[in-house]
């Protein structure tokens, strides 16, 4: 377990660095540039969608948004069926910050990983997957009787 716990911290410590990396060069921080990618790969979307595409609460969410916006990388409207629905999409100057901005990954680990065999890729990506789903936090449980706990 202490193997697992320094390995984590490893990968959390090279996130940081690299974050601040991109953050230096772009002006964007990490949940900036996943916000703007999740906008230019779902195209025209709600604030919801995006929400579930990066793994951010939906306040989280509206909090990035408003600086994209802000800073004109991204334009809010809401929906002509059901106004209710606020959609987003990229503007020129979003497509442009995304264009110019390194990968989110450093380039020893995507050559590292690309030289990988597909199979050991999958299982990488698969073990990863649920490492960060049995981190996620979960909700209280509650007793018969309604009570946390």
């Known amino acids: 377990m202490t193997s697992l716990v320094r ?21 964007l921080t990490l949940p900036q540039l996943l916000v703007l990618q ?3 790969d779902l195209g025209e979307v709600s604030t919801s969608a995006i929400s579930r595409d990066v793994s951010m609460s939906p ?3 509206v909090a990035v948004l408003d600086k994209l916006e802000a800073k004109g990388m991204a334009v ?28 989110l ?4 680990f995507i050559s590292g990983f690309g030289r990988l065999s597909a199979d050991d890729r999958a299982a990488m990506a698969t073990a ?5 789903t049995m981190m996620q936090p979960r909700p209280p449980a509650f007793s018969e009787d309604g009570e946390r706990g």
């Open 7 to 27: 390995s984590v911290r490893r990968i959390a410590q090279a996130i940081d660095v690299r974050s601040r990396e991109v953050a230096r060069l772009t002006g």
């Open 105 to 108: 990954f450093g380039d020893g």
């Open 128 to 132: 990863v997957d649920r490492l960060a």
């Open 76 to 103: 809010r409207y809401r929906s002509t069926i059901d106004r209710r629905i606020v959609h987003v999409r990229l503007t020129e100057a979003g497509r442009d910050a995304l264009a110019s901005s390194p990968g």
């Open 59 to 61: 306040p989280t969410v």
């Open 38 to 40: 999740s906008i230019r």
